[in-house]
């Protein structure tokens, strides 16, 4: 079993930034990928961005140029770097993992992005 913990969400405004952190632990070991995924009000869940355990990332058109995602493997930690932060960025951030054929999803965090 793999256990994420979210943080770092809250209110900012238009053009601020935020950085959201997912602690992992539990059957860590060689956890294949990571990412973060959000899910606004009537929204389907959309991914935001992926990691690999080499390094490699991928994005979302809709945050390319103004979030960054990265793990730090020494601390089990993944992050989300959001700058530039648009309303539209308003939803409910989750971190997720895959180790094998699981699935893991965190609580979430809220993320709000309004003046």
């Known amino acids: 079993q793999v256990q994420l913990v979210e943080s770092g969400g809250g209110l900012v405004q238009p053009g601020g930034s935020l950085r959201l952190s997912c602690a992992a632990s539990?059957?860590?070991?060689?956890?294949?990928?990571m990412g973060w995924y959000r899910q606004a009000p009537g929204k389907e869940r959309e991914l935001v961005a992926t990691i690999t355990s080499d390094g490699r990332t991928n994005y979302a058109d809709s945050v390319k140029g103004r979030f960054t995602i990265s793990r730090d493997n020494a601390k089990n930690t993944l992050y989300l770097q959001m700058n530039s932060l648009k309303p539209e960025d308003t939803a409910v951030y989750y971190c997720?993992?895959?180790?094998?054929?699981?699935?893991?999803w965190g609580q979430g965090t809220q993320v709000t992005v309004s003046s």
């Open positions: 539990g059957s860590i070991f060689r956890l294949n990928s």
């Open positions: 997720n993992a895959v180790r094998f054929a699981s699935v893991y």
